[in-house]
């Protein structure tokens, strides 16, 4: 069955204490994206990648890492966590044809920071 | 990049149709259409995609002008379970950074 799947599903943290989340999918996606949503706000991109070892910036990637090694797995990864990152995380895939196909989501990470 | 603009929500009875449209008046050329439901805890989902005029699926139509600086989308008798938040988003074929609006949510009521 094709999946986008994010782990963990909710996570509450502390201010500064790092974190990853994973995010892997099984379609063989070039593309594979990362976007928060908050109330009011809709899903804003954080990182996007294009291939394996090319990644790029969205709209609102300050204090967010990511990185490509793998095909299937664009990890999210907050090295100091803070309040204002509370929020709900999407991880996106596509496959590359030109831009054309739709996103698969997986089903979120719901993230607090205390 | 092209920014969208849905309305914050609207209210339907099952068995109605419903449009829901966005305005994209800085569309570039390459770009494409798409819409998707989301529902509570869960990831959006893809509805339907478009460039120019209309575009019908199993589960809805979409409506572009010939200026492309809008779409509407259409859900033909809609029922409780299409109470869910609805995206507009316009892309272009490169896949980079792609704009979602803020979504519309209905609500379906019986």
């Known amino acids: 069955e094709a999946q986008v799947t994010q782990n963990p599903r909710y996570l509450i943290t502390v201010t500064g204490k790092k974190l990853t989340v994973t995010c892997s999918q099984n379609m063989n996606h070039e593309y594979m994206s990362w976007y928060r949503q908050d109330p009011g706000l809709g899903l804003r991109q954080i990182y996007y990648s294009m291939n394996v070892e090319v990644t790029d910036k969205g709209d609102v990637p300050e204090g967010y890492k990511v990185s490509r090694k793998e095909k299937r797995n664009f990890p999210l990864i907050l090295e100091s966590p803070s309040p204002n990152q509370t929020s709900l995380y999407f991880c996106?895939?596509?496959?590359?044809?030109?831009?054309?196909?739709?996103?698969?989501f997986g089903n979120g990470t719901r993230l607090t920071v205390t | 990049l092209a920014k969208t603009t849905q309305p914050i929500s609207m209210d339907s009875y099952e068995g109605q149709e419903v449009n829901i449209t966005c305005s994209h008046n800085n569309i570039a050329t390459n770009d494409y259409i798409t819409w998707y439901q989301q529902f509570p805890s869960q990831g959006p989902r893809f509805i339907i995609q478009g460039y120019k005029t209309k575009v019908t699926n199993e589960v809805a139509s979409l409506f572009i002008p010939a200026d492309r600086k809008s779409s509407t989308l259409s859900l033909p008798r809609v029922s409780l379970s299409d109470t869910a938040v609805y995206y507009c988003l316009v892309g272009d074929r490169s896949f980079q950074k792609l704009v979602f609006g803020t979504g519309t949510r209905l609500l379906v009521s019986p």
């Open positions: 996106a895939t596509a496959p590359w044809d030109g831009g054309n196909s739709p996103l698969h």
